[in-house]
């Protein structure tokens, strides 16, 4: 992740986040296996030392998400953020605040807490490159992005979830509006205002 798209992603409010969900057996205990078990202070530290240091936390992350997709009714992924280095990035802000909780549970009240932007159906991989800036988002996220353009009047096109003249202006009046890079593409911090936006309506 390049220190810009970090620095903006530090600049967001981490969302709201839950209490774990119960889970485990009658008293609601589970063990959690590998990096997972380790305290948030321990990835903190390892964000801050090298990418070396953190990529069993992200590796174990990664599999850690594709065991949600699997178990989870109504899951293509758990998360409109195809990066995992974005998604470590907000874990990570979620651990700096909160240093004893263990690694796995920042994970999944993470995932909670963005669960209701997960992409529930299969759906293509909208890969979008304006001059420096790239994103990619499935297309289904990119129609849900343009509705809500749509809505605060920024999008003049037909929401289709395809990346064209239309989104490229409404996401430069929408970075605009909110005080963002100016990329006219959804990118991750783009996507993450969205998301906290539609949270905070609710």
Same mark, same amino acid.
């Given at each position: ?148 353009? +749509? ?5 003049? %096109?037909? /929401? =289709? ?7 490229? &202006? !409404?996401?430069? *009046?929408?970075?605009? +509006? ?5 990329? %006219?593409? /959804? =990118? ?7 998301? &906290? !936006?539609?949270? *905070?309506?609710?």
């Amino acid at each position: 992740m390049t220190s810009r798209l970090a620095a903006g992603l530090l600049a967001l409010a981490v969302f709201s986040l839950p209490a774990a969900a119960s889970a485990g057996d009658a008293e609601g205990s589970y063990i959690v296996r590998g990096i997972g078990a380790r305290p948030c202070a321990d990835y903190v530290q390892a964000v801050s030392t090298s990418p070396e240091a953190v990529k069993p936390f992200v590796s174990w992350m990664e599999g850690y998400l594709s065991g949600l997709n699997r178990l989870q009714p109504e899951t293509f992924d758990i998360t409109p953020l195809t990066s995992s280095a974005v998604v470590g990035q907000l874990v990570r802000n979620h651990c700096a605040a909160n240093g004893t909780l263990r690694f796995e549970t920042a994970v999944a009240q993470l995932m909670e807490a963005m669960s209701a932007y997960k992409v529930s159906a299969k759906s293509q991989l909208i890969e979008m490159t304006l001059g420096d800036a790239q994103a990619a988002v499935r297309q289904s996220t990119l129609l849900w992005m343009q509705q809500h353009m +749509k809505e605060q009047g920024l999008f003049r %096109g037909t /929401p =289709d979830g395809l990346f064209g003249a239309d989104s490229r &202006q !409404a996401f430069l *009046a929408y970075q605009k +509006k909110h005080k963002l890079k100016e990329t %006219g593409v /959804p =990118d991750a911090t783009t996507l993450v205002h969205f998301m &906290q !936006a539609a949270a *905070a309506k609710q």
